[in-house]
């Protein structure tokens, strides 16, 4: 299928780094949460090589975050997700479902304890905004629910940690995984974290005066020149071989943390009030489907992304890509448990794929 | 700026008529709903004429239904919006702003009394399907909410009666403006409206069977094959000549109905339970900002949207076209009131535009 144009207007927003991307050469975008999101610069591998070896600066001003502010703030933020905030430090991000009261996920965001009585939600694809406002005036909490004027850009790839100290000094080595810093560029004060979107290290810096955003992107390519920084954005290739999943894409409203494997963030005997909790401890272990990884030796075309076995549609395919680095066909495949229960593969028009666990092991797979 | 690919994904949903959308040579899309919408096919030029001078079919799945049924049904859809819906009549469609307590617009939907205690949200592009569960869990009431599985096709344009009823038969002609009736395809029986987002008149076929899209898009071609039939989608064009406002473009989360000429939607003295009305009436006549076309001669070029008078920014551009039919660049501009009660005209780079009340009036404007 040939490639399509984006229709770009006020709606799909630009972001402050905007007219740095366009001058980077920005190809191809997508749009998240309302909001352009850079996809492509040279291309899906060249920009995969790139992110793998040397480093990327990404804007993903697309990653809003939702203040929620006040004394109720903390009750509100559990009330959204099964995962126990409590023990959450000032400065800290907890990955979490938010899931409704059927345990459905709402979104899979980072929230970020920023202050007592002030958290951020840096929300995937869907406006958590609207679901924290209308459960907050419902249940008529004290908070202040709105859309923070942050605008994050991260540095991903091995050599993140190099190019955003010489930016930022020498804290920021010390900052673990999930931790922040405030650190200052140019006088101004500003949450630096270790995240992102990648697996090749890096951190995200949460920007919080546009007026910045050129300056910050001017510095970080010219102080990282040697290390071949480059433009980048959240990466097909490596974020499927990582086994990041993307919610919309490897997941919606349809599904329930457990059949995406996200049991992990599911606190199942806290004592907290957590609006999905009754109904996740109810659904355990029942769930029909599962997330799972199918790897083809090579690339399979799927009908309207239905994988069959025996005229049954036994999966859907959510995310797909192909690996340059193993020469394998990802797939990452919503699929019926029953299947799963009975088969360790599937074929499609003759190709057989062998059925694994995410993320993806490559030592058992290669 | 050249034209940027869109990174399609299973995020960016597909419909039941992409098949068809693709085989027609659609060039380009937005994201709308999470959801791919078709803007282009020849090109904005070509498709507004085909539009304005025959009739055209387009896949407007993304106006996703929100359903929300149950013996509160009412109850929480006047919650959510200030104008009056208790005369309303089973089929009838109303535009209406739902507007949060402060009075800010949360989405423009067309409200669909399709039957007693079930109500439909056809909805522009914000999750509204959130924030009204989140109302309804939070004050308790008993309501389901759901996207339900309909895929509006629109048909538009001046033959778009001839050909709806070539399909639907002779009922058709005698349903009114935003009225409705359940007409059968194929033995299926479904809502057919005369509604649709251009002022060219049409209809809006309510597709509730996925398998029957392929079949009536097939049906509208073959049979329409003699009125020139093309697929399309909402032409930016003929919306903004025509003053049809869009979410998220023209106004958004940040501003209220007053800005935006939507004062006729909003039911100040009504004894009705919505949640934004007291901050309404607070605020009529206070608001900072409107909605004002500026109209030029020619195109005139923007810096990052801002409007400037005497260095300061008076404006912000939410919407631009240049009109092929009336050689006039149709800029719709979210202004400072302060500056309308003094001026009647701006000038941007020595080309000077007139400020016209919207929708636009090209008798007075030519």
């Known amino acids: ?12 927003r630009r972001t402050p780094y905007s007219p740095r991307v366009e001058a980077a050469g920005v190809k191809g975008y997508t749009v998240y949460n309302h909001m352009l999101l850079p996809t492509i610069f040279e291309s899906n591998e ?12 990404w804007d ?19 009330l959204m997700t099964p995962r126990d905030i409590s023990r959450a430090v000032i400065g800290q991000g907890l990955y979490a479902p938010l899931c409704d009261e059927t345990g459905a996920i709402i979104n899979d965001p980072v ?19 609207l679901w924290a406002r209308g459960l907050a005036r419902g249940f008529g909490l004290d908070v202040k629910v709105h859309e923070a004027a942050i605008w994050p850009l991260a540095v991903q790839g091995p050599k993140a940690q190099q190019l955003v100290t010489r930016v930022f000094g020498d804290e920021v080595p010390g900052i673990r995984f999930f931790r922040s810093k405030m650190l200052e ?7 630096v974290m270790r995240s992102g979107y990648s697996k090749q290290g890096g951190f995200e810096i949460y920007l919080n005066d546009p007026e910045l955003a050129e300056p910050l992107w001017d510095e970080l390519f010219a102080i990282g020149a ?7 954005g959240p990466n097909l290739i490596e974020r499927i071989e990582s086994g990041l999943l993307s ?22 005997d806290a004592e907290i009030e957590s609006m999905s909790l009754p109904a996740l401890r109810a659904i355990k272990g029942k769930q029909v489907h599962q997330l799972v990884g199918i790897v083809f030796d090579q690339t399979v075309e799927f009908d309207e992304f239905g994988v069959e076995s025996n005229g049954q549609q036994v999966g859907d395919v959510r995310s797909q890509v192909w690996s340059p680095r193993y020469r394998k066909f990802l797939t990452m495949v919503m699929m019926k448990r029953d299947f799963l229960n009975h088969n360790t593969s599937v074929t499609i028009d003759g190709i057989t794929g062998k059925i694994v666990d995410l993320p993806f092991d490559f030592d058992a797979i290669t």
């Open 1 to 12: 299928m040939a490639d399509k144009i984006l229709s770009i207007s006020r709606r799909t």
């Open 185 to 191: 560029f140019r006088g101004k004060a500003m949450m």
């Open 111 to 129: 929230l970020i304890k920023f202050a007592a009585d002030n958290w951020w939600i840096s929300i995937a694809d869907s406006d958590v905004r």
């Open 247 to 268: 919610y919309g894409n490897d997941m919606n409203f349809n599904h329930n943390p457990f059949e995406c494997g996200l049991d992990a963030f599911v606190d199942l």
């Open 60 to 78: 993903v001003s697309c990653e809003r975050q939702i203040e929620v502010s006040g004394p109720d703030s903390e009750r509100l933020i559990q």
């Open 226 to 232: 040697d290390l071949n920084v480059r433009a980048g």
């Open 46 to 57: 060249a920009d995969y090589w790139s992110l793998c070896e040397d480093v990327q600066v």
